[in-house]
């Protein structure tokens, strides 16, 4: 009993005073009787995470720790096993016992046949084990796989982190002193896993990432010109100065969703190793292929890494067995894709033109160009505005802020294609069809 | 304050003329509908500044043309003036006093438009598509930001035709925010730039992404002195990334949280992710909204780092958002982003933007 470390009693349950001759048994006692959710039966580490996980998941609060004696119901205090037994307790329970043990001494002596019970005494104390480090470990070692993959899938451009040193350094940062101060993660891991809605057992796998990871955030000495943009005034607002602590080795942040792992890894790096110019050149497929592209499964090309062909590989590598991108193949923007349609190029060469230099086909209103009087922009004038072509687009009746005629009187802002017959182009809805006209 | 009377009565009688005699998956938060909305894609919106009194809302969008309406505090929704480009319109802003929108388009041109006078004048040049523009007020000078597929970042005094400065991109601007004195641009190959706005505009930090895929959406925020202290970063991934510029601890401060993502509790089907096409953060509250191609809208408490609520599922993707001055009006625009390519664009297909009340969805979460 309690001769040298402090924690060094049989192992005992805070939340219901029972004994336990292991603290493995003990933990494994706490998750089934006090952190259990009576909703779902799913097992909890500590009381903070089953408060939580009620409320994310069932929205229902709970009070206090199930099957707690009172007083110690405490729903937030961090307790697991042995750990995070506040201090008084502690003594309180030493006191208990000691007086227990004085007691028993006291009948025994008051008895004659005690030897029995003496023996039993001693044996007691001597089967403590530490092991207190040994169960968490492999509650926390799923999490290292899934987390060392992302380290070497860095697409750093910058070869400091190629990926090389990754795991090793990576990883101790990753899960800084983990085993140690593991109800320490607990506190890092449930908030954050109100970001992650969807599911039970991805939540502790996530959080558990960026806590550990120290992004190299722009602290890369490779960058003098950083340096040089700080003028010597101090600024509040960005106190850059000498950046902050220079980051360990780990790279990439990142933690994948479970289904992304390598492949993106190895697409990401490879291609963030080419020089970025490469990439946009091979990237703007013709217009067909795009297409063809973007409604066929992504899951054909996977990981080419390094060949910049049509589609970079880094959109392609998020489709896996459990989740896929809504997005085209092809790396470049939604917007930049869609732009390279005939219908939305420019309809007159802008380069240079300063001013509104009204373009012939530029708004509807150019179709009719004498009775509307006016194409675009120009004349922003009260413009009665009735043509045919409806009240369409023009600026209309001024802006006065504070209560005006509503938007010429016109019918509705959607030009009804009926008037105008010969329409070129109208910017509004350019019939796919008709082709040149346009440029 | 702009507080919407009735929510009920506005959402689904809306103008009244559309939709809402069949299914009700257009409008299904039955919010208030913006009349008159654009013919084509909405691409970006953005409400007036406090300095003018009332609400007044503008979009841009692929039909080329930009369109500003008032809002008025019963919910009503009235068109008040257009202007057209030569292309698409890829982004608008006001000038700190609201009397000027700034608009970018495909045209590789930014207008600046009178609303006073209804006239606009070219007041950018670029040589290639402009994906953002941005209205600077610093102490010592005001100038134009405008960000382009040109790789370049240039700022323009509105009364010259040559920029101020340009300052040369690793790659092209794909999205950026203003909150003096820090801008953040987020460019295609996953390419992040912080720049300081003080004195004059210059680079401050290239940082690594913390997001794996391609950038989408970005949104400075603000700490409780109202200092840009940070931003968030959308990518085409259902992802978001919180990063501060200088927190006390990076590992433990910045984060990313994953959003907009079908059904990730069935194991049994793929989970479809979306991409996160836009960021607004709450100019009160200090919370977020995303919006995405799954056609939701999503409100976060970072600091709290929950989850406030998400919508009910749109029948198009959502592709701006934005929040009004006094934060109580949330605008969400609903149509096609093209993120399942060409084969699903319908042109009849009606676009809409939407009004909510802000008010009490956005408040923070309490923290624990």
Redesign the interface.
């Known amino acids: 009993m309690g001769r040298k470390k402090k924690k060094q009693m049989k192992p005992w349950c805070w939340y219901c005073n029972r004994d336990f001759d292991d603290e493995k048994i003990l933990i494994q006692h706490q998750k089934a009787k006090h952190f259990k959710c009576h909703i779902c039966h799913k097992k909890l580490y500590t009381g903070p995470g089953l408060a939580i996980h009620c409320m994310q998941v069932h929205k229902e609060t709970i009070d206090g720790v199930p099957n707690a004696i009172p007083g110690r119901t405490d729903i937030e205090l961090e307790i697991y096993g042995m750990e995070g037994i506040p201090e008084k307790d502690m003594e309180e329970r030493r006191r208990v016992l000691e007086q227990k043990t004085q007691e028993n001494q006291k009948k025994r002596q008051n008895q004659d046949d005690s030897d029995e019970d003496d023996e039993d005494e001693e044996a007691g104390p001597s089967f403590q084990q530490p092991a207190s480090t040994v169960p968490p470990q492999p509650a926390y070692a799923p999490m290292t796989q899934p987390g060392m993959a992302p380290v070497p899938a860095p697409g750093m451009p910058h070869g400091s982190y190629s990926g090389m040193p990754p795991m090793m350094p990576g990883v101790p940062p990753m899960m800084p002193g983990m085993p140690p101060v593991m109800p320490g993660m607990h506190p890092g891991m449930m908030p954050m896993s109100g970001m992650m809605p969807p599911t039970h057992g991805m939540p502790p796998m996530m959080p558990g990432m960026p806590p550990g990871i120290p992004p190299p955030m722009g602290h890369h000495p490779g960058l003098p010109h950083m340096a040089q943009a700080l003028p010597t005034t101090t600024r509040p607002a960005m106190p850059a100065t000498t950046v902050s602590t220079p980051q360990p080795s780990v790279s990439k942040p990142l933690f994948p969703s479970a289904g992304q792992v390598q492949q993106a890894g190895s697409g990401v790096a490879v291609s963030a190793s080419a020089p970025p110019s490469a990439a946009p050149k091979p990237t703007f497929p013709a217009y067909n292929q795009s297409s063809t592209a973007a409604a066929a499964n992504p899951s054909s090309t996977v990981a080419k890494p390094g060949t910049p062909v049509t589609s970079k590989p880094a959109t392609l590598t998020t489709t896996s067995a459990t989740s896929k991108l809504i997005h085209p193949d092809e790396d470049i923007s939604l917007e930049e894709l869609r732009a390279q349609l005939p219908r939305y190029q420019c309809k007159s060469p802008s380069a240079g033109q300063a001013h509104i230099s009204s373009p012939p086909v530029a708004a509807m209103g150019g179709v009719l160009p004498p009775q509307q009087g006016i194409p675009a922009q120009q004349p922003g004038v009260r413009h009665p505005m009735q043509g045919p072509y409806g009240a369409p687009p023009q600026a209309v009746p001024g802006y006065v802020p504070g209560g005006m005629p509503p938007y010429g009187q016109a019918p509705p802002m959607v030009p009804p294609y009926q008037a105008a017959p010969p329409r070129p182009a109208i910017g509004m809805r350019p019939p796919v069809m008709s082709p040149g006209g346009r440029y | 304050m702009s507080l919407f009377g009735t929510n009920t009565g506005f959402g689904s009688a809306g103008t009244g003329v559309f939709g809402t005699a069949t299914t009700d998956s257009h409008n299904p938060m039955k919010d208030v509908e913006v009349t ?5 894609s909405i ?1 970006c919106l953005a409400f007036s500044p406090p300095t ?3 609400n ?1 809302l503008v979009g841009g969008s ?4 930009v ?2 309406w ?1 809002v008025q505090d019963n919910g009503q929704t ?7 480009h ?3 319109v ?1 982004d608008v802003c006001w000038s700190d006093d609201g009397s000027k929108v700034f608009t970018a388009s ?4 930014a207008k600046m438009w009178d ?8 007041i950018a ?1 670029h040589e290639g ?1 402009i ?1 953002t523009i941005h209205w600077i007020k610093a102490p010592n000078y005001s100038c134009i930001m405008t960000g382009s ?1 040109d790789k370049t970042l240039k700022f323009w005094d509105t009364r010259s ?1 040559n920029p101020m400065m340009s300052l040369q991109m ?3 601007c ?1 999205c950026a925010d203003v909150v003096y ?2 801008a953040v641009v987020a460019t ?3 390419g992040l730039i ?1 720049y ?1 706005l ?2 004059q505009p ?7 992404s ?5 950038h ?1 959406c970005v949104a400075i925020f603000k700490d409780k002195q109202s ?3 940070g931003f968030a970063l959308g990518s ?2 259902g992802r978001v ?1 919180i ?1 501060y ?2 927190p006390p601890n ?3 401060d ?6 907009h ?1 079908s ?3 069935n ?1 049994a089907t ?6 996160v096409n836009a960021i607004s953060f709450h100019p009160v509250h200090g919370t977020l909204a995303t919006v995405g ?2 056609g939701r809208f999503s409100f ?1 408490d970072k600091d ?4 406030l609520k ?1 919508s009910e599922q749109l029948d198009q993707p959502i592709t701006a958002c934005c929040f009004n001055n006094n934060g109580n009006i949330f605008a969400y625009a609903s149509s096609y ?8 664009y319908n ?1 009849q297909k009606k676009n809409y933007i939407f009004l909510r009340n802000a008010a009490e969805e956005l408040k923070p979460r309490n923290k ?1």
């Not at chain 2, 009235?78 to 057209?84: H, S, T």
């Not at chain 2, 210059?202 to 690594?208: P, V």
């Not at chain 2, 913390?210 to 391609?214: A, D, N, S, T």
């Not at chain 2, 910045?254 to 959003?259: A, H, L, Q, R």
């Open positions: 008159s909305p654009p013919d084509d691409s003018m009194p009332g007044f692929w039909a080329n043309d369109r500003c008032e009235v068109p008040k003036a257009q202007q057209m030569t292309g698409p890829l495909c045209d590789k041109t609303l006073n006078s209804n006239q606009t004048i070219q040049q598509p994906k597929w035709p690793p790659e092209r794909y004195p820090m295609a190959e996953r912080v300081q003080e004195n210059s680079e401050f930090r290239r940082i690594d913390p997001l794996k895929h391609q989408r200092k840009p202290t085409i991934e990334a990063h510029i200088n990076p590992a433990k910045n984060f990313t949280f994953k959003c993502r059904n990730g509790t194991t793929p989970q479809d992710i979306y991409a191609s799954d976060w709290a780092r929950t989850k998400t982003d093209w993120s399942k390519g060409h084969e699903y042109p624990k």
